[in-house]
């Protein structure tokens, strides 16, 4: 395994330095009513094929501003109510159209697969972006390990349901628990990732602590965040958002300036950190990896 | 002339919200995405403001029918808590048209016609701008009782605000709601003397 080289070395310690922070605070009792996740870095490798020449957007934006409604619905929320996620103890199943259908324990996942970092475009849909190297393995492994059928034409992932800790669950802001779905090719595309850390690190709570989905060219509320089950299925999935408004949330989501959004023109986005917008491209920057997958389809009708 | 000084005082205390957004751009302490720290800080104290100016009958009529104000007259409290939902809608538009449609005059026309909620924020801006030309007294003399029927579209324009809102929201309408109950209350709290002969 090739340690992490020099040039993480200033990043890095800053990073950790934010998160011991917390465990600091923590010990205050009174400001954070349990203890946070426990941080530690992961035996993340980069891939070469995935180092863009790209401006990585400031960890403090990254973990400070998250849409993660089981945390509660503002920007801020989420990292205020970060000790309400529990990960203890945390399983992944996998199962339906398969062969060898499994529950995985985090541990496992991490023998099983080599750990990657990353560096992708995430592009949320309501137009602010940002850069963030991910720390995961392709689920296209995952997948191919569990043997789906011909019947798996689609992948569910169902995220978890806790409201007896996540307090935002006891109101019904969304469909509990958050579902999404991607075809199988989608699936099984080699950009396609399963993320346990950003930065080197495990992922923070707030930012979908233990697992979760990396789908770069789509709007950011297909990533899954804090995913228990995988299910294959032979029907495309109702996913969340899909619910709550289905004129402005579709299947697909494709980042696509081309395609308005009921509330937002797609056509430009704003990264964290500054004040000034910029094009949107065609599936986020990544046109030469996925347009394939759509080759015959009209966009603006499956949005 | 004695009502300088508290007039200066309680246009700071509405000025201080803006103050510390200002204090707060300038020391990049607006979080990841300043822009829209801007856009929710200025229009949420524009809806504070509109609820703060229709509180002022309700607490008079209410608490201390007797008075005509407390240190400043009712009708100069109404004008500056108005003035102020005025301004600070001015900033939240004006942040609005720089930074989200970067002054671009189609753009914004597009955005406009497409986006229902903010044709409806837009409107209840226009509406103000009427209250803030005939905010003084001059204007009341010559409208007489013109002048009340004109400043009652404040009731219409709160709704629109929070309704700019509500249909803004993805997914929580959780605040809109309490705007809305508040906004209700006190109008509830007019129906006496809506319907009472003056």
Known sequence: ?303 | MTRTMPIFLFSLLCSLPFLLLAWNLVTDNLGANPVEALEHTTGDWTVYFLLLCLSVTPIQRYLKPKTSGWILPTHLIRRLLGLSAFAYGLLHLMTYWIFDMGTAWDETLLDLAERPFILIGFIAFLLLIPLVITSTQNWQKRLKGRWQTLHKSIYLITFLGILHYALLVKADLLQPIIYMGMFGILMLLRIHTLSSKR
């Open chain 1, 1 to 303: 395994m090739q340690k992490l080289t020099e040039n993480d070395v200033t990043s890095q310690s800053v990073f950790l330095n934010r998160r011991s922070f917390i465990k600091q605070l923590a010990g205050v009792g009174l400001l954070l009513p349990s203890l946070p996740s426990y941080a530690y870095a992961l035996n993340s490798v980069k891939n070469p094929n995935y180092q863009p020449n790209l401006k990585l957007t400031d960890s403090e934006h990254v973990l400070h501003y998250n849409n993660f409604y089981e945390l509660g619905t503002g920007k801020s929320d989420p990292y205020y109510n970060q000790a309400q996620l529990k990960t203890d103890g945390w399983t992944l199943t996998v199962e339906g159209e398969c062969r060898r259908p499994r529950t995985f324990e985090l541990s496992e996942l991490e023998g099983l697969f080599d750990i990657e970092q990353r560096i992708y475009r995430f592009r949320c849909v309501e137009g602010w972006s940002m850069v963030v190297p991910w720390d995961g393995f392709p689920l296209a492994k995952l997948l191919n390990l569990v043997e789906p059928t011909s019947k798996a034409k689609y992948v569910e992932f169902v995220s978890i349901n806790d409201p007896d800790n996540l307090r935002a669950q006891r109101r019904d802001i969304l469909d509990w628990p958050y579902t999404e779905g991607l075809r199988i090719d989608e699936a099984m595309n080699p950009l396609t990732l399963m993320a346990m850390g950003l930065y080197g690190e495990n992922l923070p709570n707030q930012n979908g602590a233990p697992i979760r989905l990396i789908v770069p060219w789509k709007y950011g509320f297909k990533n899954s965040k804090s995913i228990v089950k995988i299910r294959l299925v032979e029907e495309q999935p109702v996913s969340a958002w899909m619910k709550a408004a289905p004129k402005e949330y579709g299947f697909y989501s494709n980042v696509n300036p081309n395609v308005r959004h009921p509330r937002w023109s797609q056509a430009k986005e704003r990264p964290l950190g500054s004040f000034l917008k910029k094009k949107t491209l065609m599936f986020n920057g990544y046109e030469a990896e996925v347009a394939h997958l759509y080759k015959d389809m009209d966009l603006k009708h499956f949005f």
